[in-house]
């Protein structure tokens, strides 16, 4: 096992970073493999079964969710999907699932952007003042966020950004969630400088360390970090509540509270059905993004 | 590879030693600097905030002036409606002395803490590393084990969840069949916690792939040298696994303690805002948010928050400083 | 160069700016604002509801336009929580719509704080008050103002559920006092435990506030005098709990774990139990909620505390009210008049938003079914109406709300009655003083 040797020169460290394929040792042991089907697979049925009793659920009419906890319906009717499919007080569905895909998307951009550069800087910068400044950071993520609520509207407010959905957005290209800096920087510090070192003897500056050498090794806490930005932004329902004000500009979550109202009758069938459908988005992005959690992404370069 | 892999002696492992293996040539190949060492701090302190420059826009324009502000809020009297009335410490002063429910609150959500959290991280870990042992198949359990964290805090949740944990619903009847009679656990004051934090475990998907992409990051090679100088399963997972992946269980642990010390959502959709049956969901932050916002007295809720914070930094600076004798960061050895 | 002490008076000047920009809370002058119908103005309308009430909305708007074709109508609705914490952010930060739908129980609170247009000035000109009700109309004054105009009225009373009662095989109530509401209660449940349904005669009748209200009301007492003080004392609230103590432990009323279990539905929603106390105006959501296999309700009077008593009341269901902010105050009387009072926009919403509290709307919505039972009963109790009490103190809900609570935790048997007095006296002692 060698280590990037001292002369090495940067372009061979970011070929080395970017990962030369892996020989995988195939597991002959077969029954080991059948084992580990069955542990998985039963645990699978006992995971789902609520998820399964949901969709079950979205072919009950309304009157059932009250008197029927069963898992089949009595009377089976598609009425629910029906309903859902009209839309909402003259705004069609696919508004609303195109809202949500907006903001989400807007989301991750910003989040991957913002979070991974200030996680480079927390994590590979040695300057006055960054160890203050990352206890700052963790102590954002302490504060129950309903006592900011009132300030942070009233700023926004005063900027006439209400109806807007900066309010939104805003934050999360401004890396204000400090989870995800947090998680990268974790993932940052677990990479050995070698491969940093080599480039600057080569001259490189940090941006360009950042960018070839550690954003390829960090791969997949960005994909992780990019799953959980898209499914919060997704089902994100306080902020959207506060700073969107026109129905057509709601997001999913909120268009799917507005089959219930307590002080009228209230449709526990569109509002299962509608917040199923709402799950076929994201079960797609991850079904898509968890692929790139497999497989040596990474080999650290400490391949010779 | 050219291998002149050492052998495994001490418990640190092969991890810690390629780490230190792979930085000893450096010492040598370093060019001395020496009349830019000024500059080169300077420099260095310059690309650091520049680096920060998103985030430190962020957090000195969004959210240190409101955190203050609700600082401000927990000495005062503050309806929401007319200006905040400073009253000194008298919101905490009746929080430890004159407050039955948040006494109960803060019981419960201990309990829910210190119980739920160990519970889901080592089913994370658990099932994380299950599905890190073979690739092929482990895309369909990845997807199924993560969904229901995908469900956010809808109304369906509610549902789902009563409907499971009713009387004569599947854990009732599922139960029986073992001769555990319960009943319902919804309505039954003694039950809920451990309800709650069955719902807390059963959304172990989020951590479980933080895990996976941790398990990623750690270098095949290491596994295949412990391998070649014959360290069994076990001991490669405690010399290789664990010592690479601390930084990630450090950051799930503590995120996830704080994550239940905060739990607020999933109680607050479960009893329709109540906090009920008998105030045993009304765990620290719903009983914050009904103060703030059912009750207008948002003074009280921001100093409730504050005692909140203060607790939870607590224990992270203590788990800060645990750091030093258990997580192993990689790019910090030098 | 950066070193911490900088970096500590950089936040401190960062967190400075941010308090002086949140600096604001209470609503901002303005108001007034004359009507020119050529010009083109925007008024935004915020309301509580589901789908269903946004649709007639709609439809309601569309009439509007049809006659004041330069007014756009901005409409946001919400589900009635979620409405109001977004009607609180905005008005401890500012920014309330033009118009909105308000209700009695945060009417004061929103009024003594100056955030509501002071209508008065535009009734009898913009706003018809003829077809009100005084009494009605009076619910939306307070703080000297007239902070809100009545939509809809509904007033206390017994739902029964008959299909459920020919089930089990008893006779609806047929009136009388506490003592016979409650021996029929125990009677229904015996007969449906007898005839194997799963049912109950009712739940602990003393959880409500309301109940309470009416048993002091019958004794001439209202629960709060004109300036927010208590009017009761722990010995009355103890009377009130213990009244069904023995029942509470006998099991006659459905047991309160299984009431939870229904949550976010009722008992009554899901057929459990065989009657309910509550305002006439949520008939409607049982109907729904119960389904096909029961189609109907009977709506009857509570029982009778002290004959001849003017115990029960009608209040204002749903107000609309205008900010203070507005600029367009003479719009928003338009707009409120028009969404109040006219006959094609009561016929469109029928009893949607409760029973019309205008004459012409409700006479030009044509009732049937349960709307027309609702406006049969709010006739027939007449002479046991008295005047409404005075608008809900602030701090209203939060003392109603828990009551609620510790009325479920006596039927958990988690606290005593004498338990239960104190912490209700406690917590209303905090609420009343905050």
Request: charged share 15%; aromatic share 12%; proline share 6%.
């Amino acid at each position: 096992m060698t280590a990037i040797r001292p002369e090495a020169t940067f372009d061979e460290a970011v070929r080395t970073a970017k990962g030369a394929p892996t020989r995988r040792k195939v597991s002959r042991k077969s029954w080991q493999t059948v084992i580990w089907f069955v542990a998985l697979g039963a645990l699978t049925v006992l995971v789902l079964y609520p998820l399964v009793w949901l969709v079950f659920s979205t072919f009950k009419p309304n009157a059932e969710f009250g008197q029927n906890p069963g898992l089949i319906p009595e009377s089976p009717t598609i009425d629910n999907y029906l309903r859902v499919f009209e839309g909402i007080a003259g705004v069609p569905l696919w508004r609303f699932f195109a809202n949500s895909l907006f903001i989400a998307s807007m989301a991750v951009i910003g989040t991957v952007l913002s979070s991974a550069l200030a996680a480079y800087g927390f994590a590979r910068i040695k300057f006055k003042g960054v160890g203050v400044l990352f206890a700052a950071m963790i102590g954002t993520l302490l504060l129950p966020f309903h006592v900011v609520i009132i300030p942070q509207y009233v700023l926004f407010n005063r900027l006439d950004l209400i109806d807007t959905y900066i309010p939104l957005i805003l934050p999360k290209f401004l890396a204000t969630e400090a989870f995800f800096v947090f998680l990268i920087v974790q993932f940052i510090r677990s990479i050995p400088r070698d491969m940093d070192e080599a480039a600057r003897i080569d001259g490189a500056g940090h941006f360009r360390i950042f960018w070839s050498i550690i954003v390829p090794l960090i791969k997949p806490a960005l994909i992780t970090c990019s799953i959980f930005a898209f499914i919060w932004a997704w089902n994100d329902f306080l902020g959207p509540l506060l700073y969107v004000t026109s129905p057509e500009q709601y997001p999913l979550p909120i268009a799917l509270r507005l089959y219930n109202d307590q002080t009228s009758a209230s449709d526990y069938g569109a509002s299962v059905t509608a917040s199923l459908l709402a799950l076929v988005p994201i079960m797609a992005f991850f079904a898509v993004f968890q692929r790139f959690l497999i497989g040596g992404v990474a080999t650290q370069g400490l391949k010779g | 590879m050219t291998a002149t892999t050492p052998r495994p002696t001490n418990a640190s492992g092969p991890a810690r030693r390629a780490a230190a293996n792979a930085s000893a040539p450096r010492k040598g190949g370093k060019p001395p600097v020496r009349p830019g060492l000024k500059l080169r701090e300077r420099r260095e302190g310059l690309a650091g905030y520049a680096f920060l420059t998103p985030w430190l826009i962020g957090f000195v324009g969004l959210t240190v002036g409101p955190m203050a502000y609700s600082l401000y809020f927990s000495f005062t009297r503050y309806n929401l409606f007319s200006d905040p009335q400073w009253i000194g410490l008298d919101n905490y002063i009746r929080l430890f002395t004159d407050d039955p429910q948040f006494i109960q609150s803060a019981q419960i959500t201990l309990v829910y803490v210190l119980v739920g959290t160990p519970i889901k991280l080592a089913a994370a870990l658990g099932i994380a590393l299950l599905l890190n042992y073979r690739d092929k198949g482990s895309g369909f359990f990845r997807s199924a084990f993560y969904a229901p964290s995908l469900i956010g805090a809808s109304v369906s949740v509610a549902i789902v969840w009563r409907a499971m944990f009713s009387s004569n619903g599947p854990v009732d009847s599922g139960l029986s069949i073992f001769g555990i009679e319960l009943g319902g656990w919804v309505g039954n004051v003694s039950l809920v916690v451990p309800m709650m934090i069955i719902l807390a475990v059963w959304q172990f998907g989020g951590t479980m792939v933080i895990f996976l992409a941790g398990l990623k990051q750690v270098p095949k090679e290491l596994y295949e040298a412990a391998e070649m100088d014959g360290a069994g399963a076990m001991r490669r997972f405690k010399a290789v696994t664990i010592p690479m992946l601390s930084p990630v269980i450090f950051f799930n642990l503590l995120l996830e303690l704080i994550g239940a010390f905060q739990v607020f959502a999933s109680a607050y959709i479960i009893s329709s805002g109540t906090g009920g049956p008998a105030g045993m969901t009304n765990f620290i932050t719903v009983y914050l948010y009904k103060r703030a916002f059912q009750d207008g007295q948002m003074g009280y809720a921001a100093a409730i928050a504050w005692v909140l914070l203060v607790v939870v930094a607590v224990i992270a600076f203590i788990l800060f400083r645990t750091q030093k004798s258990w997580v192993h960061y990689a790019g910090d050895n030098r | 160069m950066f070193n911490t002490k900088r970096t500590a008076a950089l936040i401190a000047a960062a967190t400075g700016t941010a308090l002086v920009l949140a600096g604001c809370s209470g609503g901002s002058s303005g108001g007034g604002g004359e009507f020119d119908p050529d010009e083109e103005t925007t008024l935004n309308f915020a309301f509580w509801g589901n789908d269903v009430r946004a649709g007639l909305y709609d439809q309601a708007i569309d009439l509007f336009n049809e006659e004041y074709p330069n007014v756009s109508v901005q409409t946001s609705f919400l589900p009635y929580p979620d409405y109001w914490e977004r009607r609180q952010t905005e008005a401890a930060g500012g920014g309330l719509p033009d118009v909105l739908a308000t209700d009695i129980s945060y009417l004061r609170q929103y009024s003594e704080n100056g955030l509501l247009l002071d209508l008065e000035p535009y009734l009898g000109e913009q706003i018809d008050t003829g077809p009100f009700d005084e009494a009605v109309l009076g619910s939306g004054e307070v703080a000297d103002i007239t902070a809100g105009i009545p939509i809809s009225t509904n007033a206390w009373g017994l739902f029964t559920n008959p299909t459920l009662l020919a089930e089990i095989g008893v006779e609806d109530f047929a009136g009388g006092d506490w003592d016979d509401y409650t021996a029929w209660i125990e009677d229904t449940t015996a007969a449906a435990e007898a005839a194997g349904v799963e049912a109950w005669g009712a739940g602990d009748w003393t959880g409500r506030i309301q109940v309470f209200e009416l048993q002091q009301r019958a004794q001439g007492e209202e629960l709060f005098t004109e300036d927010g003080e208590p009017n009761f004392d722990e010995d009355d609230l103890r009377d009130f709990w213990n009244q069904t103590t023995e029942q509470r432990e006998a099991g006659a009323f459905i047991p309160q774990q299984r009431v939870e279990e229904q949550l976010p539905l009722g008992a009554f929603d899901t057929a459990l139990t065989a009657s309910e106390m509550t305002w006439d105006n949520f008939g409607a959501g049982y109907l729904a909620n119960l389904g096909e296999g029961y189609p109907e309700l009977n709506l009857i009077e509570p029982p009778v505390t002290e004959e001849g008593a003017k115990d029960l009341y009608q209040k204002a269901g749903m107000l609309l009210s205008a900010s203070a902010g507005t600029d367009h105050g003479e719009a928003a009387a338009i707009f409120i008049d028009f969404m109040v009072n006219d006959p094609e926009v009561g016929a469109i919403f029928g009893t949607n938003r409760g029973l019309p509290a205008s004459e012409t709307a409700r006479s030009s919505s044509d009732l049937s079914g349960l709307d027309a039972q609702i406006e049969e009963y709010e006739a027939s109790i007449a002479d046991r109406l008295g005047d409404a009490p005075p608008v809900p103190i602030v701090g209203f809900g939060n003392i109603e709300e828990e009551f609620r609570v510790l009325g479920t935790e006596l039927m958990f048997g988690t606290v005593t009655v004498d338990e239960a007095v104190d912490r209700f006296f406690t917590e209303m002692d905090v609420a009343l003083n905050s």
